[in-house]
């Protein structure tokens, strides 16, 4: 299994709501990114996770929290979002976090603030 | 911040011929990689090179690296319509990998 599942492909959330985005992969990699992609531009890291603790937090607003219940999965909470936030949120994997190493990209979810 | 600045940001070519895409970078890196993305979807790996590996092929691919200019090039030979896509070079540092402004290519029929 070499996929990376994101849920649900499509999300649509009032700026009231609270919602989560999940990835997962079944290949043992320990190393767990979110990005965020708006239109025409390139993916802008957010998160990284290396053995299931947060190693970076690229000065994400705190209305994005992040956890990772274990090796596989990935949770992105969603609280309090505004319209700009829209944007095709992706999960990435890799098998470790350094030198050597591509990721696998799930196929994203796009998410629309309301 | 972004790592990588591709060139040209778009590309329009006819089906068969060769697309040659530029990527340059900042800082030091460990090394330099280049994914595809089509439409509002997910990014697929599509080659890595090593800080020392100046060239290196996969099928219809070919990128090469120098780390003194800090930039690096794709070339796509033969080109067909499933080329057509966003093309992306992205680096790792520090945990990090770290994608540049992407070209979009577009191959013509």
């Known amino acids: 299994d070499t996929e990376v599942t994101q849920t649900p492909k499509h999300l649509v959330m009032g700026m009231t709501n609270k919602k989560s985005l999940k990835c997962e992969q079944h290949?043992?990699?320990?190393?767990m990114y979110w990005y965020k992609q708006k239109a025409k531009k390139p993916p802008e890291l957010m998160f990284v996770?290396?053995?299931?603790?947060?190693?970076i937090n690229e000065s994400v607003p705190s209305r994005f929290s992040p956890e990772c219940p274990n090796s596989s999965l990935l949770n992105l909470h969603l609280h309090a979002l505004q319209p700009e936030d829209s944007a095709l949120y992706l999960c990435?994997?890799?098998?470790?976090?350094?030198?050597?190493?591509?990721?696998?990209f799930g196929q994203g979810t796009r998410l629309t603030v309301v | 911040s972004q790592q990588g600045e591709e060139d040209p940001q778009a590309l329009s070519i006819q089906e068969g011929e060769n697309a040659t895409m530029n990527c340059s970078y900042k800082?030091?890196?460990?090394?330099l990689q280049w994914y595809r993305q089509n439409s509002g979807r997910g990014l697929v790996h599509l080659i890595l090179?090593?800080?020392?590996?100046r060239e290196k092929h996969s099928g219809r691919l070919r990128v090469t690296l120098d780390t003194s200019k800090k930039s690096s090039s794709l070339l796509i030979t033969a080109s067909r319509a499933a080329d057509t896509a966003s093309y992306f070079c992205?680096?790792?540092?520090?945990?990090?990998?770290?994608f540049g402004k992407g070209t979009r290519l577009h191959i013509l029929p």
């Open positions: 990435a994997s890799s098998p470790v976090n350094g030198v050597y190493t591509e990721a696998f």
């Open positions: 290949m043992g990699h320990r190393a």
């Open positions: 996770y290396s053995y299931e603790k947060l190693s």
């Open positions: 800082t030091s890196i460990n090394n």
């Open positions: 090179i090593r800080s020392n590996e």
């Open positions: 992205a680096s790792n540092r520090d945990d990090k990998i770290i």
